[in-house]
């Protein structure tokens, strides 16, 4: 640790000018819940440690002409009371009720946790559900990435040593069924081994006329399931059909990630929690 220079900047254009200068010995630090782990361990590489926790440029929880916004350093308590997320991306507030223990939550971001791309990432699901676009910025540009295309494999971002996360702009979704679960090894502070986000919404017919589904965990990064999403829009939710549903997502996770030792549980166990999710949408 004593070989690692702490680097503080007062402000985004000072954090962006020394990665331009230091990026590839630089780790970025913003609540510190997954790097402090690497510090400690002696797993870690680099010779600075870039503090943007507290810059007031990736603050802040807003909807706005481009949509609802969430800075990258907001933290997962701050999204758990959040009344405008409340109101426009319940399954995200869900997430953050989710996501490990208090202490955790208080300082772990939503930046850091998908640009820590992990498989079991907590905020990703519900983030694919909103559409969520990442504005990334470096000295010189600012561009925006789909949430899905961050993470290329698993622990490894699509972000150069650059780039920081600036905020995600979500679509805000409201007044329809939205929910985020997770299976893991014991009820809390868990490692999530499956996850799902949804938001659907049914028309006076009672038939899925909107429906926005991600899966995450145990695929190497997060996908947005369009299959499942057309096989349900449209058709009135039963029981017979979730259920059938929910084995067609599980087939789908074996498309991607081949049959492993691990499939034997997953599969039903993918078919199950879909079907606790998507129970209350039956008519």
């Known amino acids: 640790m004593a070989e690692i220079e702490y680097v503080r900047p007062v402000n985004l254009k000072d954090a962006l000018n020394f990665l331009w200068n230091h990026g590839e010995d630089t780790k970025i630090i913003a609540g510190g819940t997954d790097v402090m782990i690497d510090v400690r361990s002696g797993a870690l590489d680099k010779k600075y440690l870039l503090d943007i926790s507290r810059m007031d440029e990736l603050k802040g929880i807003e909807l706005n002409d481009q949509g609802l916004c969430v800075g990258a350093g907001v933290t997962l308590s701050e999204i758990y009371s959040s009344d405008l997320l409340e109101s426009n991306a319940l399954a995200l507030k869900k997430t953050a009720y989710n996501f490990a223990g208090k202490q955790i939550r208080n300082m772990a971001t939503i930046g850091g946790n998908v640009a820590n791309s992990s498989p079991c990432g907590d905020t990703l699901p519900a983030l694919s559900v909103h559409r969520a676009k990442a504005l990334v910025a470096d000295k010189k540009s600012t561009r925006l990435v789909p949430v899905e295309e961050m993470a290329t494999h698993a622990y490894i971002s699509s972000l150069s040593p650059k780039q920081i996360i600036i905020k995600f702009i979500l679509t805000p979704y409201q007044d329809g069924f939205a929910d985020f679960q997770k299976i893991g090894r014991r009820r809390e502070l868990a490692v999530s081994r499956i996850s799902m986000a949804v938001f659907a919404k049914k028309d006076k ?11 995450g965990a145990c695929t190497p990064v997060p996908h947005n399931m369009e299959l499942m999403e057309k096989f349900l829009t449209g058709k009135t939710p039963t029981r017979e059909l979730i259920w059938e549903a929910g084995g067609l997502l599980a087939q789908k ?29 039956v008519k």
């Open 253 to 281: 996770m074996i498309e991607i990630t081949g049959r492993r030792s691990s499939t034997i549980y997953k599969e039903p166990a993918i078919q199950g929690l879909f079907m606790r999710m998507l129970y209350p949408v």
């Open 205 to 215: 017919e009672g038939r899925i006329a909107f429906l926005k589904f991600a899966l």
